[in-house]
């Protein structure tokens, strides 16, 4: 009978996370919920999200003189401008976390600056590859929605306008799966290959191919589970982060109800800003160690996958090793010999 891995490797993975992260220790959450925070663990957290609404914008610039009632361009540009660098900053640094997170689960030794030092270039490779695979999405989307506006704007009738644009909403979808599906093989599985033999993007995606081809029927199993499992996990992080949130925010509301008088009537007062600004200083670290049990298992996962379809490319079988470097060993070893390299 064929074993499926994407099934077999799911109890799997979780007593390696257990190893990794059980008897607790603090240095060791932290260097992971510091990868989470790059490496793409906690999409509910994005400090590089511009929220400010056109209203908004276009109330402030009002009262400046001259502008006739019209935002300042420059202003927006300038931080359109910035928006795009931090995202790019991090969209590096995220594809060199990629790196450092295998690194750190197949050896054991979470030692993120080491690691960053070595993993710069590959990081930097991921990276164009990210971007290049993006473009390519953004422009077969702009065609789309040229072909969408040109279809609308060529018929008359209303019921055949709605048509024309559920048609073209499906073609985005039908492009966009396949893009992310590609991202999302990239990081599983051609980053941990690129990882073992050296090499870079394209040279990974070749031998991640020929992987693949070993069982396709594998491959899709694992898409459909990863698919699965991600959903249940993010269910479950969204309500540990909600209930961590109402706890951590009673004190804050508090205090805001205690300290109402000083507001002159405004929501927005300077003391409620100061403790806007520091609940959110504390909710956000706290989110991120609430996403490492999760994040590291779906990374091990998808390791243990690899590793089983293909054993040249196996990374978690430091796990099974008996002695010394056994899985109950993963914190001593990391506390005595690795953290003071941090």
């Known amino acids: 009978m064929t074993e499926y891995f994407a099934f077999s490797k799911i109890d799997s993975a979780l007593d390696k996370t257990k190893a990794i992260l059980w008897p607790f220790n603090l240095g060791i959450w932290l260097r992971l919920a510091l990868i989470s925070l790059f490496a793409g663990g906690i999409t509910a957290i994005n400090p590089f999200q511009f929220t400010g609404g056109p209203s908004e914008m276009g109330g402030l610039n009002t009262a400046m003189p001259g502008m006739n009632g019209f935002p300042d361009m420059t202003l927006i540009l300038l931080i359109v401008f910035a928006v795009i660098i931090l995202a790019l900053i991090f969209g590096y640094l995220s594809a060199v976390f990629q790196f450092i997170f295998v690194d750190c689960l197949r050896t054991k030794e979470f030692r993120i600056r080491h690691y960053f030092s070595e993993r710069v270039g590959k990081g930097a490779r991921l990276f164009g590859f990210e971007l290049a695979v993006s473009f390519l999405l953004i422009l077969l989307v702009a065609v789309a929605m040229i072909a969408l506006i040109a279809g609308v704007m060529g018929t008359a009738g209303g019921a055949m306008n709605i048509m024309i644009f559920f048609t073209m909403m499906l073609a ?121 049990p999760f994040v590291t298992y779906i990374r091990m996962y998808s390791l243990d996958v690899l590793g089983a379809m293909a054993p040249e490319y196996s990374m978690t079988d430091v796990y099974d090793e008996e002695g010394p470097d056994r899985p109950d060993a993963v914190t001593e070893s990391v506390t005595e010999d690795n953290l003071d390299d941090n």
């Open 172 to 292: 985005v979808i039908i492009i966009a799966i396949p893009i992310a599906i590609l991202f999302m093989l990239t990081i599983d599985f051609v980053v941990p290959i690129m990882t073992a033999d050296d090499c870079g993007v394209i040279e990974g995606w070749k031998k991640c191919w020929n992987v693949m081809g070993r069982g396709w029927l594998q491959i899709i199993i694992y898409i459909i589970m990863k698919f699965i499992l991600s959903i249940v996990i993010v269910i479950i992080m969204v309500i540990i982060a909600v209930i961590a949130a109402i706890i951590i925010g009673v004190p804050f509301l508090l205090a805001f109800i205690a300290t109402a008088g000083l507001s002159a009537g405004t929501i927005l007062s300077p003391v409620s800003i100061i403790l806007l600004i520091a609940y959110v200083i504390i909710l956000i670290p706290v989110i991120l160690i609430i996403s490492v």
